[in-house]
């Protein structure tokens, strides 16, 4: 199941339409946020939604799930490859799902049976200013590290709007990428981890008029290379939506971190970065 194709024709089609983000979301009861994730392809709607998405986009469900028109010679065909798809697709979740449950209850037995020493070897580490095992233990600690925040910000911006531009849907459209960055951890060799939440936007001109296409707000962890002096974006880790999300949030970020984010949307973070988007877009369409 081609997530990519997919998104790219959910955007073409909600566009046909004359919908925005906003419009589509309300539609369907989700946020925009989640709209912009399934044309980004880093997920796919819930089951629940293919019939209310169809309806809205005038499209089949063949039609989304080939991510393409699919014409009527071709409908018997692409009918079974969807079919067989969309189990494949259900049934990797569900052993996803078991994996992880299993993993999840085997860390928690190794945590209950050590946890009094690891506690003991934590607080000691930390006196020394050392990095310490676990992040679990209700302080807000992290080793200090001899970096470059700024430099590491400016290189994670730079690859997340490079990323962004490779498909822009209007002539002239532009990415803008602003970061909260809660914690960077150096690892093994010259490793980083940084974990932060990016708000991420693209705009274009219509009649003089500046538009905003689409837009996203996602916590982040990214894993970052040094290299020579510089350091290169090598991979990066969000949630997924819907019933999984709280699970991957507690898999991805340490305890410190989530506790912080858990007040995103209440402490002016999104609106700073709202605020140094617009700020940027206002710079580069000369407004």
Known sequence: MDLEKIGKFIAKSRKLKNLTQQELADILGVSDRTIGNWENGRNMPDLSLFKPLCQALDITLNDLMSGEKVEEKELEEKFEENIVN?????????????????????????????????????VTRMRNNEPVFFSTWGFKYAPPVNIDDVNIEKVIKDYLIKEDEQVNYYEGEKSFASMHIYLINKDIGNKYYVYAWVLQEKYYLEDNN???????????????????????????????????YVKDMKQIFPNSVLRDMDSIHTDGTIERLSSEIQNEVNLYFHK
Request: charged residues 20%.
């Open 86 to 122: 969309t189990i494949k697709y259900s049934n990797k979740k569900v052993k996803r799902v078991k994996r992880v449950s299993i993993l999840v209850a085997i860390i928690m037995g190794l945590i209950l049976s050590t946890l009094g020493v690891l506690f003991t070897i934590d």
């Open 210 to 244: 500046v538009v905003r296409d689409t837009s996203t707000s996602i916590p982040y962890k990214f894993t970052l290379i040094k290299n020579n002096n510089e350091f290169i974006v090598s991979a990066y880790d969000i949630p997924r939506d819907g019933s999984y």
